[in-house]
T-cell receptor, first 115, second 116 residues
């Protein structure tokens, strides 16, 4: 069965430092991959997505993610974090593109920013 | 654009009572999703509608939960009777595509349900 793993429950980084959040998936073919962000008390917002093509995907708020087929990974990166990036980040996968496709979310990584 | 609208934002009820959560998707969107978020289980997809028709309800926990979408601009999630373990934040999301979750979903602000 398809699955998505975010191994880091909570990460703290200093403001201005670089960030990498890990995401691994399990599936026999290339899935559709997403990163969503959830600020406290709010719903989720899409940061970026990968469907095909260039494996380095640019998103909003200065985030990027790289799809690595050999590692079944889709890690999220940002070169310099801002205090406003403190939030929970969810990786998600969808297998196939049809009305029957089902999205699976990872358990999330909570990001704290150290002043 | 008002975005996805959910009501109420907060609901506190007693065990055994009926609870109805409401969602208005973004105009023009034809797919709607209901999710439940808890600390223990994370974010779970409960049910997904496409063109007002339930496509996948495999995530609905049990018969106490039911969802309807009588038209393209309104959906409800009902719990009857409610139990303390139903306490969670319930999100509604919508998208314009008929692709399951494979297109950008727009989430509402959520309804925080507390069952005493």
């Amino acid at each position: 069965a398809q699955s998505v793993t975010q191994p880091d429950i909570h990460i703290t980084v200093s403001e201005g430092a670089s960030l990498e959040l890990r995401c691994n998936y399990s599936y026999g073919a290339t899935p559709y991959l997403f990163w969503y962000v959830q600020s406290p008390g709010q719903g989720l917002q899409l940061l970026l997505k990968y469907f095909s093509g260039d494996t380095l995907v640019q998103g909003i708020k200065g985030f990027e993610a790289e799809f690595k087929r050999s590692q079944s990974s889709f890690n999220l990166r940002k070169p310099s974090v801002h205090w406003s990036d403190a939030a929970e980040y969810f990786c998600a996968v969808v297998m196939g593109y049809s009305s029957a496709s089902k999205i699976i979310f990872g358990s999330g990584t909570r990001l704290s920013i150290r002043p | 654009d008002a975005g996805v609208i959910q009501s109420p934002r907060h609901e506190v009820t007693e065990m055994g009572q009926e609870v109805t959560l409401r969602c208005k998707p973004i105009s023009g969107h034809n797919s709607l999703f209901w999710y439940r978020q808890t600390m223990m289980r994370g974010l779970e997809l409960l049910i997904y509608f496409n063109n007002n028709v339930p496509i996948d309800d495999s995530g609905m926990p049990e018969d106490r939960f039911s969802a309807k979408m009588p038209n393209a601009s309104f959906s409800t999630l009902k719990i009857q009777p409610s139990e303390p373990r139903d306490s969670a934040v319930y999100f509604c999301a919508s998208t314009w595509a008929s692709s399951g979750g494979a297109d950008t979903q727009y989430f509402g602000p959520g309804t925080r349900l507390t069952v005493l």
